[in-house]
Antibody
């Protein structure tokens, strides 16, 4: 069965970086793109962008000013895993980050809680 | 970019029908996808491509649209349907995915 399994919760200091993984299984990894979303505590979903798993080309959300220039999507196709790297973390970056598959976001990872606190 | 507007909260009596709406500035003949999110869980796709349900989604969930308003209808709401519901659409040129602000559904 299709599964997306994300890495565990992270506690980071302001200014640090965090790298979240999303490991896919149960389907051909390069057949679907992977999207990244953020959900701030008690808030709605925000799309951060997606990565083309065939070419490795990332597309970052044009409207997501909070993270432009600080987030990087990457892949390791040999292990069917996508990564989200966020640098220069700020307290307001805290939230849950999700990966989800394809055009319809039909399968989601369980979410990774990132807490940024001094 | 496009905006999708949802009512923040709605309620429905157990077994009754509820329509959750998603107002777009322009649907451009598309229909949003709909996601259900329960507390502490990842979102779950419940409707895609206008009115298709993924495997395992009960047939009490249906989607429709009229003009620039899309709707998710739950016919015969169950206690387990209490959740946040989000609509989502690919923006013009397929460059962005936009989410509505979400609707909290309470089943009374």
């Amino acid at each position: 069965q299709v599964q997306l399994v994300q890495s565990g919760s992270e506690l980071k200091r302001p200014g640090a970086s965090v790298k979240i993984s999303c490991k896919a299984s149960g389907y051909t990894f390069t057949s679907y793109g992977l999207n990244w979303m953020r959900q701030a505590p008690g808030q709605g979903l925000q799309w951060m962008g997606w990565i083309n798993t065939k070419t490795g080309t990332p597309t970052y959300a044009q409207d997501f000013q909070d993270f432009i220039g600080r987030s990087v999507f990457s892949l390791d196709t040999s292990v069917g895993t996508a990564y989200l790297l966020i640098s220069s973390l700020k307290a307001e970056d805290s939230g849950t980050f999700f990966c989800a598959r394809g055009d319809y976001l039909d399968y989601w990872g369980q979410g990774t809680l990132v807490t940024v606190s001094s | 970019s496009s905006e999708l507007t949802q009512d923040p909260a709605v309620s429905v009596a157990l077994g009754q029908t509820i329509r959750i709406t998603c107002q777009a500035d322009s649907l451009r003949s598309e229909s949003p996808n709909w996601y259900q999110q329960k507390p502490g869980q990842a979102p779950l796709l419940v409707i895609f491509r206008k009115n298709k349900r993924p495997s395992g989604i009960p047939d009490r969930f249906s989607g429709s649209s009229s003009g620039d308003t899309a709707s998710l209808t739950i016919t015969g709401a169950q206690a387990e349907d209490e959740a946040d519901y989000y609509c989502s659409l690919r923006d013009r040129g397929d460059t962005n995915v936009v989410f509505g602000g979400g609707t909290k559904l309470t089943v009374l």
